[in-house]
C-alpha cells in the first residue's frame, strides 16, 4: 500500500502548485548534495529502448536500476507501442513499469563505502518519460492510433489563429499527461524561410510557417496550451536551437551548413525561441522548459566568412554565445534546460568520422556537455567496438564518472546541469516526489482522443486555395459534380505501421476520399452524385500505366489496370489526393508524370488536386495545368472530410498559406505588409488606456498630453501586421508658417500609439501611414484656449490600389472586427482610379488639345479662333472619357483591367481624337452647304 502511494508520484497526471523558485532550487540542492558520483552521473543522460515490454531480462533495467539514467524516450522505430486497439493500455503499462523500476531501485540500500560498510538508499526521483508527437497524422507522431489526430504545425499556421494553436497545445498536453509521459520534445519553432520544391532537409509541414513573428505567436500559445493541459506536468522542449529552417538536408543524416552572421539569426531564427524564454520556466505558461540544440553548422557566425563553427550542440564557443545572449541566459540561470538532439544520429558519426567506422560515443558525449548541454540525448548509441547499444551508454557513464573523480572542473559542470533537471522534475512534479498522485488507471485514458472538434475546426480554418483566386474559382470549374457527372480519383497510397510486426494500414486509403463523398452526398446523403459515377485507383496505378517502371520489390504485385484508361477518357473530374513526393516511394511522382507526359488526358476534364503536405511540391509550370490546387497540409480522416466539402463547394478555403510558395508567386514579405487598400483608423485618448475623446468640456489647450491609436492596421490576409510594421503619423498646423511635423513609431498586437503634446493653438490635423497603406481617417483637434474643443473624424476618399488578392478570414486571433471577419474597411469592390490614372489622363487631355491646335493651325480653316475651338472640343470629350472611366459605368473596370496603368492615357486620347474628327466632320459639311 505505501509502496503504491509513493510509486504513483511518478505517474500523475498534474503538478501541485510549488510555493517558490527558490524553494524548488534548495530541494534540488538537497537531492544533490545526497547523491553520489554515479547517480548525479545518470541523471544526464535520457536513452531509448526496444519493444512494448519491460520484462526482468529487458537490459534498460540495468541502466535504471544500476546506472541512474534520467529517463527514456519512446518511439514508434524501436517498436514502444503495440497495435490497435491495444496501444494506450500498452503505453500506461511500459510507462507504469519503467516508473515502477526507478522506485524499487530507490529502496535497495547500496553500500557507501567498502571500508565503514555503511549503507544508504537513494532518493526516489522519477524518470523523464518522453516523445516527439508531432501533428499532421502518421507518419509524424509516434503513437497513431488511440489519441486526438492533431493537426501539423503547418495546418495550424494556415488558419492565423492564435487560439487554435493554444486549444491544440491543450490537448496534446492533457493527452500525454494522462498517459503518463512527463516530457515533450518538441513543438519546433524553426521558421521555414525558403521552402523547396522535395527538399531532403525540409522540416515541412513540422513548422509553424515562414514569419518570425507568427511562428513566435504560434508558438506561444501552443506552449501555454501544453502547459494548461498538462496542469504544468509536462516538461516543453522547444526545437531545434537555434533554428534550422534554412537547412538543406536531414541534420539526423548529415549536418548542415547554413550561411548565416549573429545578427542574422538575432534578427530571425531566434525571435521565436526568445518568444518562449522570456521568463524564467514554470513563471509563464508561455515559457519553455528546455531548448534542444541542432546538429547544424554555422559559417560566418562571427563576422569572418571563412570560420565554420562545428555542429551547435557540440561546439561550446557558439552555444555559450547564443546561450548568453540576453533573454536566453536570464532563463538558463533561473533554471532553463538545454538538451542535446540525438548523438547516436548518423550525422554526427559522419561528422567524427565521414566513413562511419569509428565512433567513440563516450568522447561524442564528454563534448556535448562540456559544449552547455545539460540533458544529454543517446539514441541510437553504439560504439564501434562495443556489442550493443545499451553496452556504449554504460561505458560512456563509466567514462563519465572517472572523470567525474579525476577533473574538478568537469565536476562542477556536472553538478550544475544535473541540478538544472531535478530542479525540472521537482517542477513538474509540484516540488515534492513524495506527494501522493493519481496513477493512470482503467479510466486514464477515458478523455484521450476525444479532441477531434479542434482538429476538425483547424481543418475548415487553415483549408488553402493555392491556385487559381477565388474569383477565378468559379470560372474554372463551375458548379460542384452533379447527377450523371463522372469523378476518378487518384490517391497516393503509403503504408505505415506503429511498429514492426503491427499490421499495415494506410496513411490515406485509397477509396477514403470516393467513401466520404458518397456519404454526404450519395444515397446515402444528398443523393446529388451516383456511386456507378465514382471510381479510385492508386498514384502507384496511374504511374505504371503512364509507363513508368515499379521497383523490382514491388513489380510482381502490380499490374496495369485495364478501366484506368477508359475512366481517363470518360471522366468529367479527376481529383488527385497527394503527399509530398518521395524517391522512395513509388508513384508519388505521378501527378508530375501525367501533367509532363499526357496532359492530353486531361482535356475538357475539370482537374483539382488536394495536398495533403506541404503547399509547395509542384511547380509553376505543373500547377498552371490543373484547375484547382488546394493545401490541407495534414492527412488524417478530418481533413479527407473537409476535403469532400471543398470539392462540392460546401465549404470555402479560408486559409492562408503561412509560408512562401514560389510557383504562385506568393510571398510573405507582401502578403503581411499592410494592405494599401485599407483606410486606417485614428483614435484621441486621454491616456494610452483610456476612453476615447469625442469633446473635452474645457477643450483642449496648448500643454495637453494626448495619445493617438492607429488601427488595426491590417496586412492582406485580413490579419493584423506582425509587431514592429512602421508606422508614420503626420501633423499638420493650418499655420502657413508651421512646419509639419513626422513621428514614426511601430505597431503592437496590430496597433500604433503615439503621444503628442500640443504645443500651439490652432486646427491640428493628424494622419497616418503604414509602408504602401497610406490612407487613413483625418482627425482635426481645434485647440483653443477656454473654448469646448471637438475632435472630428474625416473619412477619406479612398485610393483603390490593385494589388494580389487578400484571402478571407473567418477570425482575427489577435484583436479584430466585430464578428471575427476580415477586414474590409472599403467595400469588396478592387476598382477604382489613383493618382498615376488621373496624371495619364490629363497628359491624354494635353496632347490632344495640343495636337488639335497644331493640326488647325497648320491645315484647317476658319476664324483665327477656330484652333482653340477645336482643341477645347478635344479636350471636352477627353474629359467625357475619363469621368465615364472613373465613375465606374459600363465597361470601365473589363477596360482598366484589359489595358492596366495606360488605360487613362488610352481612353483621353482615342475619345479625343474621335471628338476632334467628330467636330471637323461636322465644320466640313456645314462649309460645303453654305458654298451651295
Same mark, same amino acid.
Given at each position: ?241 537555434? &533554428?534550422?529552417? /534554412?537547412?538543406? +538536408?536531414? *541534420?539526423?543524416?548529415? =549536418? ?5 552572421? $549573429?545578427?542574422? #539569426? %538575432? ?32 559559417? &560566418?557566425?562571427? /563576422?569572418?566568412? +571563412?570560420? *565554420?563553427?562545428?555542429? =551547435? ?5 557558439? $552555444?555559450?554565445? #547564443? %546561450? ?609
Amino acid at each position: 500500500m505505501i509502496v503504491t502511494l509513493i510509486f504513483a508520484i511518478g505517474m500523475g497526471s498534474s503538478g501541485l502548485p510549488y510555493s517558490t523558485a527558490q524553494q524548488t532550487l534548495d530541494d534540488a540542492e538537497r537531492l544533490l548534495e545526497e547523491m553520489t558520483p554515479a547517480e548525479r552521473i545518470g541523471q544526464l543522460f535520457i536513452v531509448d529502448m526496444q519493444g512494448s515490454v519491460l520484462n526482468d531480462e529487458h537490459p534498460i533495467r540495468e541502466l535504471i536500476e544500476d546506472q541512474h539514467i534520467s529517463g527514456v524516450i519512446l518511439s514508434a522505430e524501436n517498436d514502444n507501442f503495440v497495435d490497435a486497439p491495444d496501444t494506450l493500455n500498452g503505453i500506461r503499462a511500459l510507462v507504469s513499469a519503467l516508473q515502477q523500476c526507478e522506485y524499487e531501485s530507490s529502496l535497495k540500500e547500496t553500500v557507501i563505502s567498502p571500508e565503514s560498510r555503511d549503507a544508504r538508499r537513494a532518493d526516489f526521483i522519477p524518470l523523464l518519460i518522453g516523445i516527439e508527437q508531432e501533428g499532421g497524422g502518421a507518419p509524424y507522431g509516434e503513437i497513431f492510433s488511440g489519441i486526438t489526430e492533431t493537426p501539423s504545425a503547418m495546418a495550424i499556421g494556415a488558419t492565423w489563429n492564435s487560439e487554435l494553436a493554444h486549444d491544440v497545445g491543450e490537448v496534446l498536453g492533457s493527452e500525454l499527461r494522462a498517459l503518463g509521459f512527463n516530457m515533450l520534445l518538441g513543438p519546433s519553432l524553426d521558421i521555414l524561410e525558403d521552402p523547396r520544391i522535395v527538399g531532403e532537409g525540409d522540416l515541412g509541414v513540422q513548422t509553424f510557417g515562414g514569419d518570425p513573428f507568427w511562428v513566435s505567436l504560434m508558438g506561444k500559445a501552443y506552449v501555454t496550451g501544453l502547459h494548461e493541459g498538462s496542469s504544468g506536468g509536462l516538461a516543453v522542449i522547444a526545437k531545434h536551437f537555434p &533554428g534550422m529552417g /534554412g537547412s538543406d +538536408r536531414d *541534420t539526423l543524416i548529415e =549536418v548542415a551548413t547554413i550561411r548565416r552572421s $549573429l545578427e542574422q #539569426l %538575432i534578427q530571425i531564427e531566434l525571435v521565436p525561441f526568445d518568444a518562449v524564454t522570456n521568463d524564467a520556466p514554470g513563471n509563464g505558461l508561455e515559457v519553455v522548459d528546455g531548448l534542444m540544440t541542432s546538429h547544424i553548422r554555422y559559417q &560566418g557566425l562571427q /563576422g569572418n566568412i +571563412r570560420s *565554420t563553427t562545428r555542429p =551547435v550542440s557540440l561546439d561550446a564557443q557558439t $552555444l555559450l554565445v #547564443l %546561450i548568453g545572449l540576453e533573454g536566453f541566459s536570464s532563463w538558463h540561470e533561473a533554471g532553463g534546460v538545454v538538451v542535446s538532439d540525438s548523438l547516436g544520429a548518423r550525422s554526427i558519426r559522419r561528422f567524427y568520422d565521414p566513413s562511419e567506422t569509428v565512433f567513440n560515443g563516450h568522447l561524442v558525449a564528454r563534448d556535448a556537455l562540456i559544449a552547455g548541454n545539460d540533458l544529454i540525448q543517446i539514441t541510437g548509441f553504439e560504439s564501434q567496438n562495443d556489442p550493443s547499444g545499451i553496452e556504449s551508454i554504460k561505458r560512456t557513464l563509466e567514462f563519465f564518472e572517472q572523470k567525474y573523480m579525476d577533473d574538478q572542473v568537469f565536476a562542477e559542470r556536472v553538478n550544475d546541469a544535473v541540478l538544472r533537471i531535478l530542479t525540472l522534475k521537482l517542477r513538474i512534479y509540484g516540488g515534492n516526489f513524495q506527494s501522493s498522485r493519481i496513477r493512470p488507471g482503467e479510466g486514464a485514458d477515458v478523455n484521450v482522443g476525444n479532441g477531434g472538434e479542434v482538429t476538425l475546426e483547424i481543418a475548415r480554418e487553415g483549408a488553402t486555395l493555392v491556385n487559381p483566386s477565388p474569383e477565378e474559382l468559379l470560372d474554372k470549374l463551375g458548379e460542384p459534380p452533379t447527377t450523371g457527372e463522372r469523378i476518378a480519383f487518384f490517391t497516393d497510397v503509403r503504408e505505415i505501421k506503429q511498429c514492426s510486426d503491427c499490421q499495415p494500414r494506410d496513411q490515406i486509403g485509397i477509396n477514403d476520399l470516393a467513401e466520404r463523398i458518397l456519404n454526404l452526398y450519395g444515397p446515402r446523403g444528398t443523393r446529388q452524385i451516383a456511386e456507378r459515377d465514382l471510381v479510385s485507383f492508386s498514384m502507384a496505378e496511374l504511374a505504371l500505366f503512364l509507363g513508368d517502371e515499379p521497383p523490382p520489390e514491388i513489380a510482381g504485385t502490380m499490374s496495369p489496370s485495364i478501366l484506368l484508361g477508359s475512366w481517363l477518357d470518360s471522366a468529367d473530374w479527376i481529383v488527385f489526393s497527394v503527399l509530398r513526393s518521395s524517391d522512395d516511394v513509388f508513384g508519388s511522382n505521378a501527378l508530375k508524370l501525367l501533367l509532363d507526359r499526357r496532359t492530353d488526358l486531361l482535356r475538357d476534364k475539370k482537374v483539382v488536386v488536394f495536398s495533403y503536405d506541404v503547399p509547395y511540391d509542384s511547380d509553376a509550370t505543373d500547377i498552371s495545368k490543373v484547375d484547382a490546387y488546394y493545401a490541407l497540409y495534414s492527412s488524417s480522416a478530418v481533413f479527407v472530410e473537409v476535403t469532400a466539402r471543398l470539392l462540392f463547394q460546401e465549404l470555402p478555403a479560408l486559409g492562408a498559406s503561412p509560408v512562401n510558395i514560389p510557383a504562385v508567386g506568393y510571398d510573405l514579405i507582401e502578403i503581411l505588409a499592410p494592405d494599401p487598400n485599407q483606410v486606417i483608423s485614428l483614435e484621441v485618448r486621454s491616456n494610452d488606456a483610456g476612453d476615447v475623446i469625442e469633446a473635452t468640456p474645457s477643450g483642449f489647450r496648448s500643454g495637453d498630453l494626448i495619445y493617438v491609436e492607429a488601427g488595426i492596421i491590417v496586412d492582406a490576409n485580413g490579419n493584423p501586421v506582425p509587431d514592429g510594421t512602421p508606422v508614420r503619423f503626420a501633423l499638420s498646423y493650418q499655420a502657413a508658417e508651421v512646419a509639419p511635423v513626422q513621428v514614426d513609431t511601430t505597431t503592437k498586437d496590430g496597433y500604433a500609439n503615439v503621444s503628442l503634446t500640443l504645443d500651439r493653438l490652432g486646427m491640428l490635423t493628424i494622419e497616418a501611414s503604414s509602408e504602401m497603406a497610406r490612407t487613413s481617417e483625418i482627425l482635426q483637434l481645434d485647440v483653443q484656449e477656454g473654448v469646448p474643443a471637438f475632435v472630428t473624424v474625416i473619412a477619406p476618399t479612398p485610393i483603390i490600389r490593385m494589388t494580389t488578392t487578400p484571402r478571407e478570414t473567418q477570425e482575427i486571433s489577435q484583436g479584430g472586427t466585430e464578428g471575427g471577419q476580415g477586414f474590409d474597411p472599403v467595400g469588396t469592390s478592387t476598382y477604382g482610379l489613383g493618382f498615376l490614372d488621373l496624371v495619364m489622363g490629363l497628359a491624354g487631355m494635353v496632347i490632344v488639345a495640343g495636337t488639335g491646335y497644331i493640326t488647325w493651325t497648320k491645315w484647317g480653316r476658319g476664324s483665327q479662333s477656330a484652333p482653340y475651338r477645336y482643341a477645347l472640343v478635344g479636350a471636352v470629350f477627353a474629359l467625357a472619357a475619363y469621368d465615364y472611366m472613373a465613375m465606374g459605368l459600363a465597361g470601365s473596370e473589363e477596360f482598366l483591367e484589359w489595358a492596366g496603368w495606360p488605360a487613362s492615357l488610352l481612353v483621353t486620347l482615342v475619345s479625343g481624337m474621335m471628338g476632334m474628327g467628330i467636330w471637323a466632320s461636322a465644320e466640313m459639311i456645314r462649309r460645303r452647304i453654305r458654298e451651295r
